[in-house]
């Protein structure tokens, strides 16, 4: 599975595995994610089976199995990624030394720890899921002091690094109160962590790593590219945001589209100022443009939900335009950037293999079919085939991009 004829690359045998996997944030963080990629959904399509066909002696999770989903899916799987990501680049876009092992391997050791605790919770032991929250969350918050420190000790302090930084503390937030509902606290309680993951935590980063790299992975490529990254944007998406978190969690859902009309305004300005026509190759450049595109079409699917509710008191999408976000945007930016990422880290070529592209190409279908499932019919074959096919399209990436941790980088170098 070497990606080069010349590639000598070969696994870390038992007893390397820790120190290679420790090596770097990014390795260590990643490969868990890989993890989490398939544990969360293969859970998901294991409950969705139960409710459409049943599934004799299948354990029900101790709380909604719909929040459970949410919230593993938010403050697990993603932020793994998040999370590997941003303990690599913080240094570097602040001009600091990278951080020792000792900085990030409890943050890692916390949240996946936490992560496979919970999951394991959800079959019907309450205690269990308890404990791998607060250890999530335990790993949360050592992640977001080591951010905090290393953006202190810079000289400029760069707005995306703060962006990133109050998201994660949004999310450590959300992870806090839906323990505290785990505890005994009132639903309330759980339904805030929820919106806190979405509109507080994942897409405030998401767009904030998508405004500072994607521009600038665009405009080292392509020819005649003029790089746009007006820092307005960062603080009205922000506004906004926090304006939909509000209003959704206090069920003020007649005036969501104030917030939602303007951000589909704002993000389909960035998906035409980023000009993707002029960045179709190389094919680890384009794909970072196709998944963006998905933001602006799901809050188009917001402003519509929200202004036909607004005059009928109707939902007539349901929660597509939730899956056009989820799936649609922070799945396919995740083998985006993951892609590349793991391409530039591991000492191969920057380009988009088989494998990635298979994997983003069913997954623009799985985002579509669950979309589908929300438009009537058999609703919840349509979510068993969607979730099946997340399972699908992610395994092969899953088996090389682990396969890729688990081995040295093919030119030699450290990390």
């Known amino acids: 599975m070497a990606d080069t004829p010349t590639s ?25 994610g890989t993890v989490a990629v398939l544990l969360s959904m293969a859970w998901w399509a294991v409950e969705l089976t139960w409710m459409r066909f049943g599934l004799a002696g299948w354990p029900q999770p101790p709380i909604p199995p719909g929040w459970a989903h949410a919230m593993l899916i938010q403050y697990g799987l993603f932020p793994l990624f998040m999370f590997g990501f941003l303990l690599t680049t913080f240094p570097r876009w602040l001009g600091r030394p990278a951080l020792p092992r000792a900085r990030y391997v409890p943050v890692a050791g916390g949240i996946f720890g936490g992560y496979v605790l919970a999951n394991v ?3 019907d032991l309450m205690w269990l899921l308890r404990l791998g929250v607060a250890l999530m969350l335990a790993g949360y918050l050592v992640g977001v002091v080591t951010l905090a420190r290393v953006l202190r000790g810079a000289d400029d302090k760069l707005h995306h690094a703060k962006s990133c930084l109050a998201a994660l503390s949004l999310g450590t937030l959300g992870l806090a109160v839906f323990l505290a509902f785990l505890f005994g606290a009132p639903a309330e309680c759980a339904l805030l962590a929820i919106k806190l993951g979405t509109y507080g935590l994942l897409l405030p980063i998401y767009f904030t790593v998508t405004h500072r790299m994607l521009p600038f992975f665009s405009g080292n490529v392509a020819k005649g590219y003029t790089v746009v990254r007006p820092r307005w944007s960062l603080q009205v998406v922000w506004l906004l945001l926090l304006a939909h978190l509000l209003l959704e969690w206090r069920d003020a859902l007649g005036w969501l589209w104030l917030a939602d009309v303007p951000l589909a305004l704002v993000f389909a300005w960035h998906a035409l100022a980023w000009q993707p026509w002029k960045a179709m190759r190389p094919g680890l450049l384009a794909v970072l443009h196709l998944a963006f595109a998905w933001l602006p079409v799901a809050f188009v699917l917001y402003a519509v939900q929200d202004v036909v509710y607004a005059l009928s008191g109707h939902h007539i999408l349901g929660r597509a335009p939730l899956h056009a976000l989820a799936i649609g945007y922070f799945g396919s930016m995740l083998v985006a950037m993951v892609t590349r ?12 293999g088989a494998i990635p592209w298979l994997c983003f190409a069913l997954l623009q279908l ?3 079919v669950r979309i589908r499932a929300e438009l009537g019919g058999d609703v919840y074959l349509w979510l068993v085939i969607a979730a099946y096919g997340w399972l699908l399209a992610f395994l092969p990436w899953v088996l090389r991009s682990a396969w890729i941790y688990l081995t040295p980088r093919i030119d030699g170098k450290p990390g």
């Open 341 to 352: 990422v793991t391409q530039g880290h591991s000492g191969r070529p920057l380009e988009m």
């Open 121 to 123: 919770g959800l079959l």
């Open 366 to 368: 799985v985002a579509l």
């Open 8 to 32: 000598t690359a070969k696994p870390a045998t038992f007893a390397e595995l820790p120190a290679l996997l420790a090596s770097a944030p990014h390795r260590l963080l990643f490969f868990a």
